[in-house]
């Protein structure tokens, strides 16, 4: 069950209020509409847009929301701070529904039921993830995957990748699994003074045509070695539905596809280049994380990498990838950062 179907923490068919009028707004409605639940108004910070009508759903100031016992649900990517400002307000009942940008591909993500059948794995998880904060992160993003109340989350104080305790450092040949445009190795490259070596894998040519562009127009050629492949278990080709609300995001297809991209692992690449050591991995890769670190199984056994793996892509990606990662190497230790206000964003970081 979801949080849209009857039952405990759930939010019962009728009328709601939408905190936030912005991209996510369109979505959000006609995925409420499906499941029989009426956006009675609107409701958002500009105060430009306060006593309009968008929709035809007119727009109320939040000092308004105590007029009306509707529940609220948080349109915005700013979920925390909007649930923050909520409590202020002594609003009753309200709900993130940020994730409504690909209503499909999250909210599987917040079925209580699969969560509490789950229950044995996340326990074991956090079990072997011994900081203190680190725990406390892990327990909230789960309260909050169950009640979609943001206000269990805590966002990390410092940037994704560079964990106080691993991040990459000068003279290090750094993994990026899943480049983009070059986001990631160029802040490594940047932070680090251009004295690192980053294997940058994009897989996707409109992205990787980007990438280029990026290390080119950056000056960056020397720190960084772009890969137009992606990372999985095994070098072969995979066949993908390319998902235009996304163009980061890629689903599997068993059969063969108008798209495709080649894949490796990163085993088999620092075999393949004679790479004499690895140490440090980011992985962003849409799902395919799990599958990725099965394939680098000796480069971790033999050189202990730091990792910053995104463990929130699959439903259980983040209770499986920590025990996967306690599996390939008991001598890790592991903590969690949370880079976002929302489901998006959480990164397990292993040393």
Known sequence: MSMFTKG????????????????????????????????????????????????????????????????????SMYALDISKQ???????????????????????????????????????????ITDPLSKDIFSGIVNYRKTANPLFLK??????????????EQNENIIDGGAWHGDSSLEFSKKLSGNCKSYAFEPDLENFIELTKTVQNENIVDSVHIVNKGLYDK??????????????????????????????????????????????????????????????????????????????????DLWKIPLLVKQLNPNYTLYVGHHSQNLLDTVLYAI
């Open 235 to 316: 070098k072969q080709t995979l066949f993908f539905k390319k998902e235009a609300t996304n163009d980061m995001q890629f689903q599997i297809q068993t059969e063969p596809s108008e798209h495709q991209v080649e894949v490796t692992s990163i085993d088999q690449f620092v075999l393949e280049n004679e790479i004499t050591s690895i140490d440090f991995i980011k992985m962003d890769i849409e799902g395919s994380e799990v599958m990725a670190l099965k394939g680098a199984k000796q480069t971790i056994e033999k050189y202990r990498p730091k990792l910053a793996i995104c463990i929130y892509h699959e439903f259980d």
């Open 155 to 168: 966002p990390a104080n410092y940037n994704d990748y560079f964990h106080p305790e691993v991040k990459p």
């Open 8 to 75: 405990r923490y759930m939010l019962q068919p009728g009328n709601v209020i939408l905190f936030g009028t912005g991209g996510i707004l369109k979505t959000a409605i006609q995925e409420l509409t499906k499941m029989g639940i009426s956006v009675k108004y609107l409701c958002d910070n500009n105060k430009k847009i306060q006593s309009s009508y968008i929709n035809n759903i007119k727009v109320l100031s939040p000092d308004e929301l105590s007029l009306y016992d509707f529940p609220v649900l948080i349109t």
């Open 86 to 128: 909520l409590k202020e307000l002594n609003v009753r009942e309200f709900y993130d529904f940020s994730y409504a940008f690909d209503y499909l591909r999250w909210h599987g993500h917040f079925d209580i039921e699969k969560l509490e059948a789950s229950q044995s794995e996340i326990n074991h998880a956090l079990n072997i």
